[in-house]
């Protein structure tokens, strides 16, 4: 079976806020956070020339509070990629539930754009979450890079992704939760 490359421009999101809040308090402010993620899903090629994955990311989301310190999230996001082979473009979307360690989430959509083995920039959106995070709204840029990226090539059928990872950077998301 023939083996190809393909880059993975995805990795998702954004529960930087999952540490930087009290329960039951209303907060504000700007972090940045970043996330090393690996990808599984099925690429199918859509047209002669277009391929379009679907799939999951997974990973531990690191939030960098203003004291230095570091909080983490499990971070699950579904999506879906489109790559034009001729040009190597890329589109990317989806949404990301990111999980705090007392089961409070934060809900988020993004979508970005680039091209094939460079990554993939442009923005998330904090949609909503539960218990502490309920309300909460925010957004920010977003760089996807992939480091790693193989899949098992069957052009007539589809393509099933056998490993995927890279890192994704939110340098400023900002979000607020509303009072309760």
Same mark, same amino acid.
Request: proline content about 5%.
């Given at each position: 079976?023939?083996?190809?490359?393909?880059?993975?421009?995805?990795?998702?999101?954004?529960?930087?806020?999952?540490?930087?809040?009290?329960?039951?308090?209303?907060?504000?402010?700007?972090?940045?956070?970043?996330?090393?993620?690996?990808?599984?899903?099925?690429?199918?090629?859509?047209?002669?020339?277009?391929?379009?994955?679907?799939?999951?990311?997974?990973?531990?989301?690191?939030?960098?509070? %203003?004291?230095?310190?570091? &909080?983490?999230?499990?971070? =699950?996001?579904? $999506? @879906?990629? !489109?790559?034009?082979?001729? *040009? /190597?473009?890329?589109?990317?979307?989806?949404?990301?539930?990111?999980?705090?360690?007392?089961?409070?989430?934060?809900?988020?959509?993004?979508?970005?754009?680039?091209? %094939?083995?460079?990554?993939? &920039?442009?923005?998330?959106? =904090?949609?909503? $979450? @539960?218990? !502490?995070?309920?309300?909460? *709204? /925010?957004?920010?840029?977003?760089?996807?890079?992939?480091?790693?990226?193989?899949?098992?090539?069957?052009?007539?059928?589809?393509?099933?992704?056998?490993?995927?990872?890279?890192?994704?950077?939110?340098?400023?998301?900002?979000?607020?939760?509303?009072?309760?």
């Amino acid at each position: 079976m023939k083996r190809h490359v393909i880059p993975m421009v995805f990795a998702l999101l954004s529960p930087f806020v999952l540490g930087a809040v009290s329960p039951g308090q209303a907060g504000e402010g700007t972090l940045g956070a970043m996330s090393p993620w690996e990808a599984t899903g099925e690429i199918f090629r859509v047209g002669p020339d277009r391929l379009q994955f679907l799939g999951k990311f997974e990973g531990i989301l690191y939030v960098e509070k %203003a004291e230095g310190e570091l &909080d983490a999230a499990l971070l =699950l996001c579904p $999506g @879906t990629q !489109r790559v034009d082979l001729p *040009t /190597g473009k890329t589109e990317a979307s989806g949404h990301c539930i990111m999980t705090g360690a007392k089961g409070d989430r934060v809900f988020a959509e993004w979508s970005c754009a680039g091209e %094939a083995g460079k990554g993939c &920039d442009g923005e998330i959106r =904090l949609t909503g $979450g @539960t218990g !502490r995070f309920a309300g909460i *709204t /925010g957004s920010g840029e977003m760089f996807l890079r992939t480091a790693l990226s193989e899949v098992r090539a069957d052009l007539g059928s589809g393509m099933v992704v056998s490993r995927a990872a890279g890192l994704a950077v939110w340098p400023k998301l900002t979000y607020k939760v509303p009072d309760r």
